[in-house]
C-alpha cells in the first residue's frame, strides 16, 4: 500500500487540499467551500475528491476554529480558580490602552467574567517555597456553584506555580474526586513562566478552546479510521511545526494562527526553491490577508504573537500579521457616505453576491467577478459558476448611494483593500526595520495573485512571486513543516551566579517532556533533534530575548558564562544595533525545542521553452483597469497555467487561470515561468 500524506487547511472560506505521494512529488491539489457550521463536513467532501484516498497514511490539519471563536468571543464559560488577592488579574490586565487619546475606548472583555473566578488559600514564592499551606475546604462550594451554572471547564493559575505547581497538582486531584466530569487546565502545564496577566491569560484561553478542538480532533479521528496503526494524523500548530492530534486535544491553544503559520513555511519553502530567502509573505484568502518577514528562508518568530489588545499568545510563534481583508471582504458605507472594505467578511455562507447562495453585498470577489479578473466558469476550477449579474446588482446597489457606475465602484473596492493591506505590509517590514526593496512578494490564496501587481508596485518591491498552487500553499507548508514540540521554564537569575547544577537538570526535565510528546506522535526517537536556548536581558530592561545555545556553551561553567554572555550580546546587537558587554545578563526563561525530521519534497525541475504552448491559450477577455483614475476596457491574453512552462513569458494585460487562484498581469508587467513552475512578476515600464 502507499503512503501518501495529505495537507488540509480549513480556512474562514475555502477549504485547501494537497496530496503528497509517499516519493515526495504533489499528486494532487483541490478546493472545496468550509462548512462553518461543520468544518469535518468540508473535509470529507474535500477528501471524496483526492484519488485513493485509501493511501493516505498521514493527515496534517491546520483550522481557523480556535482562531474563530476567539475572535468572534464564542468560547464557552470557563471558571478559573486562582490564588486569595489575585482574583482581579484578567480585568486589569496591563492597564495600558490601545491609543492612549482615545477618551471612549474599551478594553477587552476578560475572558471569563469575575464571578466565575474564585479564590483559593495557600502560596508560593517566586523560589516554590511554600509561605502558606493549601487550604481546599471551600472546593465544595465552588463545585456547587459551576454545576448550577453548568460548567465543567475549569482553568487553574496559582502564584508562582511556575517555580512549584505542587499546589495546583492538588487543586486538580481534589477536583476530579469531587466534580469527575470537570476538565482542568493548570497554568503550570500550559504556560510554566512568569508575568500573572499573561500566564492567566494563557491559561484560560487554553480552557476555554478544549471542549471545542477536542471534540473537533474527535471528529477527524473517529472518520479517517485512524484507529488503524498506518495511520497517523498531525495538527499544524503557531510555532510552524506539527505535532500529533492526541498531544493537542489538551493544549488546543496551539493551534491558533496555525494556518498564518503553515502559509508562511509553505511560502519560504517555495522561494527558496526559486532562489530567493528574503521575502515577504502575503497570503489572501476569502476571510483574511496575512503577512510576514523571511530571512535565511525561514520565517521570522515571536514569542509574543498578538490576539488582541493586552492578549498574546505565550508561546514561540511564526511572527506574521492578519488582518480582515480577503475575497469576502463586504463594501459599505460609514455615516457620513464614505466607502470602507472589511474588516466584515460575507465567508463561506453566504459569501459574495456572486456565489448566489444568499449574498447580497458587494465584495473583492464580486468586483474581481464584475471587471473580468475571473472566469466566472472556472470557479474552484470548474467546479461552480459565478452568479455574473448577482455581482454587479450588489455594485449597483451601493453605487446609487456613492454616485459612482458600477465599474468605477469596483475598482474603487479594489483600490481600498489594497491600500489596507499595503498598510499591513507596511507594517511587518518598514515599521520592523526591515527595506522592502531588498525582498520579493510572494503572494499566493485564492485571491493574493491578483493584487500582487498593485501591491509589488507600492511597497517597492523588486518582483513578485507567484508559487505552484496559489490557492494551496498553506496545505503545502503542513506537508513540508517538521514535526516540533517545545517547552520552557521561568528561571529568573543572574548568568555570572548561574550554576550547572541547576541549569541543567532543568534543562533535561523539559528535554524528556518535549521528546515524550513527539515519540508519542510516532516520531523516532533518533529522528528528534533537541536545541537548548535561554531568554535573557541586561538587568533593568522590561523585556528579554532568545538565545539560542551552541555547543560552547557546555564548556565549564566559567568558560559557558563567558560564552553564552557574547551570544546574548551579539544578538542584542543584531536586534537593537547595540550592545553593552559590561552589564549584568539576568536569564529570565529556560527554553527547549524539539523537532523531527524534515520530510523529503520533490519539485521537479522541466525543460525549458520559451515557445508558449498553444493548449495554454484560451481565449482573449475584456477586463476593466483603472487608466487616469477612470475604468478602462481592455482586451486582455488569458493563459491556462497548468499547460504553461518554464522559460514562458508572459506580458500584460493578461489573465493567468488555474484550479485554485487568478493572476492579473495588468499592461507595464511580465510573468517568467522558472524552472520548477513558480512564476516571478516584474514591471518592465
Known amino acids: 500500500m502507499e503512503r501518501d500524506i495529505v495537507g488540509i487547511d480549513v480556512g474562514g472560506t475555502h477549504t485547501d487540499f494537497l496530496l503528497l505521494g509517499e516519493d515526495g512529488r504533489i499528486k494532487f491539489v483541490t478546493k472545496v467551500p468550509t462548512t462553518p457550521e461543520s468544518p469535518i463536513a468540508g473535509i470529507l467532501e474535500g477528501r471524496n475528491e483526492l484519488p485513493s484516498p485509501e493511501n493516505i497514511s498521514t493527515y496534517i490539519n491546520g483550522t481557523t476554529i480556535a482562531t474563530n471563536a476567539l475572535l468572534q468571543h464564542k468560547l464557552p464559560k470557563v ?34 467574567p469575575r464571578r466565575l473566578i474564585f479564590e483559593i488559600n495557600g502560596r508560593m514564592d517566586y523560589k516554590g517555597v511554600e509561605i502558606q499551606p493549601l487550604n481546599l475546604s471551600n472546593l465544595p ?22 517555580a512549584n505547581n505542587d499546589h495546583e497538582i492538588a487543586v486538580r486531584e481534589e477536583l476530579t474526586k469531587i466534580f469527575p466530569e470537570a476538565r482542568v487546565t493548570l497554568s503550570s502545564e500550559i504556560w510554566p513562566q512568569w508575568r500573572e496577566f499573561e500566564r492567566t491569560y494563557n491559561t484560560v484561553l487554553n480552557s476555554s478552546l478544549v471542549p471545542i478542538i477536542s471534540n473537533y480532533i474527535e471528529s477527524i479521528l473517529e472518520k479517517f479510521g485512524v484507529g488503524n496503526k498506518h495511520r497517523t494524523v498531525f495538527m499544524m500548530q503557531a510555532s510552524g511545526g506539527i505535532i500529533g492530534a492526541e498531544e493537542i486535544v489538551n493544549k488546543p491553544v496551539l493551534t491558533l494562527n496555525s494556518g498564518v503559520a503553515a502559509g508562511a513555511i509553505g511560502g519560504a519553502y517555495l522561494a527558496d526553491h526559486s532562489g530567493f530567502s528574503k521575502v515577504i509573505t502575503f497570503d489572501m484568502g476569502g476571510t483574511s490577508t496575512d503577512m510576514g518577514i523571511v530571512e535565511n528562508s525561514a520565517p521570522i518568530m515571536t514569542s509574543e504573537l498578538f490576539l488582541e489588545w493586552e492578549g498574546t499568545l505565550g508561546f514561540s510563534a511564526v511572527d506574521a500579521k492578519s488582518i480582515g481583508a480577503g475575497g469576502g471582504s463586504i463594501a459599505w458605507l460609514d455615516e457620513v457616505g464614505a466607502l470602507h472594505v472589511g474588516p466584515q467578511s460575507a465567508g463561506a455562507d453566504p459569501g459574495p453576491a456572486s456565489y448566489d447562495r444568499g449574498g447580497i453585498e458587494p465584495t473583492v470577489t464580486d468586483a474581481h467577478v464584475h471587471l473580468g479578473y475571473i472566469n466566472p466558469d472556472m470557479f474552484l476550477g470548474g467546479k461552480a459558476r459565478l452568479n455574473v449579474s448577482g455581482a454587479k446588482e450588489a455594485l449597483n446597489k451601493l453605487g446609487k448611494q456613492t454616485g459612482l457606475d458600477d465599474k468605477g465602484l469596483a475598482l474603487g473596492i479594489l483600490r481600498i483593500i489594497n491600500a489596507n493591506m499595503l498598510n499591513g505590509l507596511r507594517y511587518v517590514s518598514i515599521e520592523k526595520g526591515y527595506d522592502p526593496r531588498e525582498f520579493i512578494l510572494v503572494c ?5 495573485p491578483l493584487h500582487a501587481a498593485a501591491l509589488m508596485k507600492e511597497l517597492g518591491v523588486p518582483k513578485a512571486l507567484i508559487p505552484i498552487f496559489p490557492g494551496n500553499v498553506s496545505a503545502f507548508g503542513m506537508v513540508a513543516a517538521r514535526p516540533t514540540a517545545g517547552a520552557s ?29 513527539l515519540t508519542r ?38 568558560q559557558a558564562r563567558e560564552h553564552i554572555a557574547e551570544l546574548f550580546n551579539a544578538e542584542h546587537k543584531r536586534r537593537y544595533t547595540y550592545a553593552n558587554p559590561g552589564e549584568p545578563i539576568m536569564i529570565v526563561h529556560v527554553r527547549v525545542n524539539a523537532t523531527g525530521s524534515a520530510r523529503t519534497l520533490r519539485l521537479e525541475s522541466r525543460k525549458k521553452s520559451e515557445a508558449i504552448p498553444e493548449i495554454a491559450r484560451r481565449e482573449n477577455r475584456t477586463v476593466y483597469l483603472e487608466v487616469n483614475e477612470k475604468p478602462t476596457a481592455v482586451q486582455a491574453e488569458i493563459y491556462w497555467r497548468p499547460s504553461l512552462t518554464y522559460g514562458n513569458r508572459i506580458s500584460g494585460p493578461a489573465v493567468i487561470e488555474e484550479g485554485g487562484s487568478t493572476t492579473l498581469v495588468p499592461p507595464g508587467f511580465i510573468v517568467t515561468v522558472d524552472e520548477i513552475l513558480n512564476m516571478v512578476m516584474e514591471e518592465t515600464s
Open 79 to 112: 471558571a478559573l480558580i486562582t490564588t486569595k488577592g489575585f482574583r482581579d488579574v484578567l480585568l486589569i490586565r496591563r492597564e495600558t490602552k490601545e491609543n492612549i487619546y482615545d477618551l471612549y475606548w474599551d478594553k477587552p472583555k476578560p475572558l471569563t
Open 141 to 162: 462550594f465552588v463545585v456547587d456553584q459551576l454545576k448550577k451554572e453548568e460548567i465543567n471547564n475549569i482553568a487553574v493559575c496559582l502564584i508562582h506555580s511556575y
Open 444 to 448: 499566493f490564496g485564492g485571491t493574493g
Open 489 to 517: 521554564r521561568t528561571l529568573y537569575q543572574a548568568l555570572n551566579t548561574i550554576d550547572k547544577k541547576v541549569l541543567e537538570p532543568i534543562f533535561i526535565s523539559l528535554e524528556n517532556r518535549v521528546v515524550d510528546q
Open 521 to 558: 506522535s510516532g516520531i523516532p526517537r533518533d529522528e528528534i533533534e533537541l536545541t537548548r536556548s535561554l531568554d535573557m536581558r541586561y538587568q533593568g530592561q522590561t523585556y528579554e530575548i532568545n538565545v539560542p545555545l551552541d555547543k560552547k556553551s557546555s564548556l565549564k561553567q566559567e
